[in-house]
């Protein structure tokens, strides 16, 4: 009777090994690279692309400037 409780307590934390490491997040490795800063060219671009979407939204000239000099600030605070 002793080794049948004991087989069923062996068997059942294996059981509970298994699970832990099959578990969702577990053991996921995240990419932890550092990311590319954004040049001169991409800044310029995302800044083209946010007074683009102004302009697209029928904003006035101003408000493209206004777009266009945050879009490059915030890229820039990136690099």
């Known amino acids: ?8 307590v062996t068997l059942l934390s294996a059981l509970f090994i298994t699970a832990s490491v ?8 995240t990419d932890k690279r550092p ?12 800044a083209t692309a ?3 979407k102004v302009k697209a939204n029928g904003g006035t000239a101003a408000q493209q400037q206004a777009a266009y000099s945050q879009a490059k600030m915030k890229c820039q605070g990136k690099m």
């Open 1 to 8: 009777m002793k080794t049948k409780k004991l087989t069923f």
């Open 22 to 29: 099959f578990a969702p997040g577990y053991a996921r490795q």
């Open 35 to 46: 990311t590319k800063a954004p040049t001169g060219a991409d800044c310029q671009a995302y």
């Open 50 to 52: 946010a007074a683009d």
